[in-house]
């Protein structure tokens, strides 16, 4: 036998329909709490499903609002029945998410109960439920590459999280619209911004000039159990993204990863959608954007000298003013290459904070 039984995956308090009615009837919250004899508080508890209605409730209800006190017994008593059986599936959504650093980090604002939590959940990722979730989020391959590894501990809750608050940041960034051409040509006045030490002079320059070519930068800080570097992809035709998470708080790292992000905008196309962190499984595209960052920020025609530098930190940051770009990068480059240990000469690279 066929089971009929329908189980929404959603769920109503009783406090839906008494704002309809108090709507149809022109009558406000304050005039309902005087009514029944209720404080705002308290009505605002029954309207939001805090509040139980008992049969003392129900009766007050069908004298002020009508409908019989079986059918607002009936209402509340589906209501609990249908946020047991979610708030067990939406229980277990919730703790996959980086909720205290959400919070922390000012993306969500503490509620007083499970219900509003899961409700402020689903308006930050701005879908209808936990199941819309999952369809948009859950088989998402940049965010799976990230489980290739076993050595690489990111949970794919964490960093739809993280890509998510990159999103929002980036709506509020007005941009022309994208400029292939010119973003290219700005590469070189954003490379001379790797010799401006403080992040909070250097940055707003960074976004500025690539806001001027259509690209929306955003930097944004990782919750716990997400580990990625950076990620790329365009919003709409006219507006890219490029997302920076400043993990490693090093003016190496930090500039690498944009060039690495920038090449992904002009190489790869407006339909790619790249996520950067550590062990990720290089393809053809990861490793063309490597090329692409290093030759960057260190011209082919400084490769041959970059590769007779070693443990001499003179030699590092002459090498550095002639270039044209920080110490670090050229100290990150000699790590990668193999020329110097990656315990060496890392006090030539600039340490950043987080202000929050």
Same mark, same amino acid.
């Given at each position: 036998m066929i089971n009929t039984e329908f189980l929404p995956n959603w769920t109503s308090a009783p406090g839906d329909t008494i704002i309809d009615i108090l709507r149809e009837r022109n009558l406000s919250e304050t005039e309902l709490a005087q009514l029944m004899g209720n404080t705002p508080d308290g009505v605002k508890d029954l309207l939001q499903g805090r509040a139980t209605i008992t049969i003392a409730i129900a009766r007050q209800l069908e004298q002020i609002l009508g409908a019989s006190v079986e059918f607002w017994m009936s209402r509340d008593f589906q209501y609990r029945q249908d946020f047991a059986r979610l708030?067990?599936?939406?229980?277990?959504?919730?703790?996959?998410?980086?909720?205290?650093?959400?919070?922390?980090?000012g993306w969500l604002k503490p509620v007083p109960h499970p219900s509003e939590e899961i409700a402020a959940c689903l308006r930050y990722f701005d879908v209808s439920s936990v199941q819309a979730w999952r369809s948009l989020y859950g088989e998402m391959e940049h965010i799976a590459a990230f489980r290739k590894s076993p050595s690489f501990d990111s949970q794919p809750a964490a960093v739809a999280t993280w890509l998510r608050q990159g999103e929002i940041e980036a709506e509020m960034i007005a941009c022309n619209p994208w400029d292939a051409k010119q973003f290219q040509e700005s590469l070189s006045y954003i490379r001379s911004l790797t010799l401006v030490k403080d992040p909070n002079r250097f940055i707003p320059k960074l976004k500025k000039c690539c806001a001027e070519n259509g690209v929306a930068v955003v930097i944004v800080r990782v919750p716990r159990g997400c580990r990625a570097s950076g990620a790329t992809r365009f919003l709409s035709p006219q507006k890219a993204l490029i997302m920076l998470s400043f993990r490693y &708080?090093?003016?190496?790292?930090?500039? =690498?990863?944009?060039?690495?992000?920038?090449?992904?905008?002009? &190489?790869?196309?407006?339909?790619?959608? =790249?996520?950067?962190g550590d062990d990720i499984i290089l393809t053809d595209k990861e490793n063309e954007a490597n090329e692409f960052a290093a030759s960057a920020l260190i011209p082919s025609e400084y490769q041959t000298a970059l590769m007779g530098l070693r443990v001499d930190a003179r030699k590092v940051i002459r090498f550095a003013l002639h270039v044209g770009v920080s110490p670090g990068i050229i100290v990150g480059q000699l790590q990668h290459l193999g020329n110097i240990g990656h315990n060496q000469l890392n006090s030539l690279k600039r340490h950043y904070e987080w202000g929050i």
């Amino acid at each position: 036998m066929i089971n009929t039984e329908f189980l929404p995956n959603w769920t109503s308090a009783p406090g839906d329909t008494i704002i309809d009615i108090l709507r149809e009837r022109n009558l406000s919250e304050t005039e309902l709490a005087q009514l029944m004899g209720n404080t705002p508080d308290g009505v605002k508890d029954l309207l939001q499903g805090r509040a139980t209605i008992t049969i003392a409730i129900a009766r007050q209800l069908e004298q002020i609002l009508g409908a019989s006190v079986e059918f607002w017994m009936s209402r509340d008593f589906q209501y609990r029945q249908d946020f047991a059986r979610l708030y067990v599936i939406d229980e277990a959504w919730l703790a996959e998410l980086p909720i205290g650093d959400m919070i922390k980090y000012g993306w969500l604002k503490p509620v007083p109960h499970p219900s509003e939590e899961i409700a402020a959940c689903l308006r930050y990722f701005d879908v209808s439920s936990v199941q819309a979730w999952r369809s948009l989020y859950g088989e998402m391959e940049h965010i799976a590459a990230f489980r290739k590894s076993p050595s690489f501990d990111s949970q794919p809750a964490a960093v739809a999280t993280w890509l998510r608050q990159g999103e929002i940041e980036a709506e509020m960034i007005a941009c022309n619209p994208w400029d292939a051409k010119q973003f290219q040509e700005s590469l070189s006045y954003i490379r001379s911004l790797t010799l401006v030490k403080d992040p909070n002079r250097f940055i707003p320059k960074l976004k500025k000039c690539c806001a001027e070519n259509g690209v929306a930068v955003v930097i944004v800080r990782v919750p716990r159990g997400c580990r990625a570097s950076g990620a790329t992809r365009f919003l709409s035709p006219q507006k890219a993204l490029i997302m920076l998470s400043f993990r490693y &708080l090093t003016d190496d790292h930090f500039w =690498f990863t944009f060039f690495h992000e920038a090449s992904h905008l002009l &190489l790869h196309g407006e339909r790619g959608f =790249f996520l950067e962190g550590d062990d990720i499984i290089l393809t053809d595209k990861e490793n063309e954007a490597n090329e692409f960052a290093a030759s960057a920020l260190i011209p082919s025609e400084y490769q041959t000298a970059l590769m007779g530098l070693r443990v001499d930190a003179r030699k590092v940051i002459r090498f550095a003013l002639h270039v044209g770009v920080s110490p670090g990068i050229i100290v990150g480059q000699l790590q990668h290459l193999g020329n110097i240990g990656h315990n060496q000469l890392n006090s030539l690279k600039r340490h950043y904070e987080w202000g929050i």
